[in-house]
C-alpha cells in the first residue's frame, strides 16, 4: 500500500461548483499534513496546512481525522484558477511524502 | 519571505556529461534542503534529504555516486547528475526547511520549493 493516496481523479467541474477531494495516509506517525496545488510544469506551492480541528481559508477547507489516518480538502465556488493538481503531503520527522495528486479543471 | 531559487531552470545536455543544479534559500537559513524529482504526470519522488555540513541521506533506489549532493551552506545546497543519460530527463525540484521554523508565526513543518530545473538529457 502506498503511503499517501489520493482520489485518482481527474475531476471536470463547472465554475461555481463545489470540489471534494480525499487523501489517506499510512503512517500513523505522522505529524503534520499539507495541501499544495501545483500548476502545469511549475513547482508545488503551499495552499494550507491541515490542522487536527478542521481549518478553512476563503474557499478551501481542510479536515483531519488522525483515527481514521484521512484528510480532506473542499473548495466552493470553484475559479477557473483553481484548476491544477492537488497534493496531500504528510510529515514525520524530517520526511515529507507527497501523494500521487488530483488533477481538478474547472470549465467555463 | 520564503524564497527559494534555483539554477539553472532549464538545461539540455548530452549523455555522459554532468549537470550541476543549484538550490539557494535567499532571505532565511535553511539547515535542512530536499531534492525531489518529477517525471511527467507523476508526483515528486524524494531523492534525498541534504542537512548543512553532513552528508546527505539518499531515498532508496537513489545512487549516491550519480547523484551528487553537496549542502556546504546554510543556504546553498547543489545536485550533480553525473554521466547523465537520456532516462534522468526529469523535473528536479528542490526544497527548504527554515531554520528558525517553529518560531513566531513560522511553521515549524512547512517546506519552501524552488521554482525547478528541467533537465534534458539528449
Known amino acids: 500500500r502506498k503511503e499517501v493516496e489520493q482520489d485518482p481523479g481527474p475531476f471536470n467541474v463547472p465554475e461555481g461548483a463545489t470540489v471534494a477531494f480525499n487523501c489517506t495516509y499510512s503512517?500513523?506517525?505522522?505529524?503534520?499534513f499539507f495541501w499544495y496545488r501545483q500548476d502545469c510544469r511549475k513547482e508545488p506551492k503551499l495552499l494550507m496546512s491541515v490542522y487536527s480541528s478542521g481549518n478553512e481559508d476563503g474557499r478551501f477547507t481542510a479536515q483531519l481525522n488522525r483515527a481514521s489516518q484521512y484528510i480532506s480538502l473542499l473548495i466552493r465556488d470553484s475559479k477557473l484558477s483553481d484548476s491544477a493538481t492537488y497534493l496531500c503531503v504528510v510529515n514525520y520527522g524530517q520526511n515529507f511524502v507527497f501523494g500521487p495528486g488530483t488533477r481538478l479543471s474547472v470549465l467555463p | 519571505g520564503a524564497v527559494v531559487s534555483q539554477h539553472p531552470s532549464r538545461v539540455i545536455c548530452k549523455s555522459g556529461t554532468s549537470v550541476k543544479i543549484e538550490c539557494r534559500s535567499l532571505d532565511f537559513q535553511a539547515t535542512t534542503m530536499f531534492w525531489y524529482r518529477q517525471f511527467p504526470k507523476q508526483s515528486l519522488m524524494l531523492m534525498a534529504t541534504s542537512n548543512e555540513g553532513s552528508k546527505a541521506t539518499y531515498e532508496q533506489g537513489v545512487e549516491k555516486d550519480k547523484f551528487l549532493i553537496n549542502h556546504a551552506s546554510l543556504t546553498l545546497s547543489t545536485l550533480t547528475v553525473t554521466s547523465a543519460h537520456p532516462e534522468d530527463s526529469s523535473f528536479y525540484i528542490c526544497?527548504?526547511?527554515?531554520?528558525?521554523?517553529?518560531?513566531?508565526?513560522?511553521?515549524?513543518?512547512?517546506?519552501?520549493f524552488g521554482p525547478g530545473t528541467r533537465l534534458t538529457v539528449t
Open positions: 503512517n500513523s506517525a505522522s505529524q503534520s
Open positions: 526544497s527548504a526547511r527554515d531554520r528558525e521554523g517553529g518560531q513566531g508565526s513560522k511553521s515549524l513543518y512547512e517546506q519552501y
